[in-house]
């Protein structure tokens, strides 16, 4: 990476007359700035604010609102342990992370949560829009003070978000279907079963069911797709009450779950020893890997959940510090997992 000291020398200049040209001072005339702008362009030379924050010993603090994670199980556990990565790496440089849960399934929680970090001042905000509405209220505040914030996980329309970091969700669900149409026949019937308490909660999971919807229209195909919401997966005696009674339908043979919960249905099959359905879910955890490994789970497309987490941190950290400016959607690879290459993680 070029420095100031580079840049001089190139210009046959004072290191002081670029400096002045980097923040447009008065002293320098327009052929030499023509000249050192050019140089700088050709470049792409940055300037280095970490050293000059250390200089200054400037501190910064970069808030996180994510939902809380209960168990290794959940999914925001692995994002969670992604950011405290990313911010053990970025403590030596004077920034700090303050982190705001809610419940996953509670506007009302994401509510208070955005609203307790509104109350106080940081640099750059980490976020999951689970609740569009309530986020874009919230969002106003942060761009009223010119507060950067990124997105991981969840996509939304019409925001000024510096860059959005996670999965293309409606690619993945095409990628489930076709899977899918290679477990089953073209006279089976399918069930997409859907953990919502909310509705319009979650954009990703509606983008990835209406993704594995679109594969198969647009093969012309017999399959018969059924869908079934779950207000409560945590309630084992009514989830397995509403699974039997949807599994009465024989002609069921596939069972897509767009989200990690699949580990919820795939408990139901283990226990009760059904051997017939083609099982695809979401995300990497103790209990889904396990069911893969017992080929209770068929496939797994994984989001990436760590790096979401960790790249999300490092994004803001770098566009703050050194005012590098990212992609503003940048989506990562769909991982497919299953029980051969489980092992390898």
Do not use: C
């Not at 705001?100 to 929680?109: A, G, M, Q, T, V």
């Not at 970090?117 to 609740?131: H, M, T």
């Amino acid at each position: 990476m070029k420095t100031i000291k580079d840049i001089a020398a190139l210009a046959n200049v004072s290191i002081g007359t670029v400096d002045r040209v980097i923040h447009n001072r008065p002293g320098v005339s327009e052929k030499t700035k023509a000249h050192i702008e050019k140089i700088i362009k050709e470049h792409n030379f940055q300037i280095n604010k970490t050293a000059s924050t250390l200089a200054l010993n400037k501190k910064y603090d970069i808030a996180v609102l994510i939902p809380v994670a209960e168990s290794a199980s959940d999914f925001w556990y692995l994002p969670k342990k992604g950011i405290e990565k990313a911010s053990k790496e970025i403590e030596i440089h004077r920034t700090s992370v303050s982190y705001f849960y809610f419940n996953l399934l509670d506007p009302k929680s994401f509510e208070e949560a955005f609203d307790s970090l509104l109350e106080k001042s940081f640099d750059a905000v980490l976020l999951v829009p689970i609740f569009p509405e309530e986020t874009k209220k919230r969002l106003i505040h942060l761009e009223k003070g010119n507060i950067p914030y990124v997105f991981i996980n969840i996509e939304m329309e019409g925001a000024n978000n510096i860059s959005y970091i996670g999965q293309h969700s409606f690619d993945s669900g095409v990628l489930a279907a076709k899977l899918m149409s290679l477990l089953i026949d073209d006279e089976d019937e399918i069930l997409i079963l859907e953990a919502r308490k909310n509705n319009g909660f979650h954009s990703a999971i509606l983008d990835r069911i209406s993704g594995f919807k679109s594969y198969f229209n647009s093969k012309n195909s017999k399959v018969k797709i059924n869908e079934a919401i779950v207000s409560n997966m945590k309630d084992q005696k009514s989830f397995d009450e509403l699974i039997s009674e949807q599994l009465t339908n024989n002609q069921i043979r596939g069972i897509f779950v767009p989200s990690s919960k699949v580990r919820t249905i795939a408990k139901h099959i283990e226990d009760n020893n059904i051997k017939h359905l083609k099982l695809i879910g979401y995300d990497l955890n103790e209990d889904n890997i396990l069911f893969i490994k017992n080929e209770i789970i068929d496939f797994l497309i994984d989001q990436n959940s760590f790096y979401q987490g960790y790249e999300g941190t490092k994004t803001l950290f770098n566009f703050i510090l050194n005012g590098i400016v990212p992609e503003t959607k940048r989506y990562l690879p769909i991982k497919l997992l299953t029980k051969e290459n489980i092992k390898y993680l």
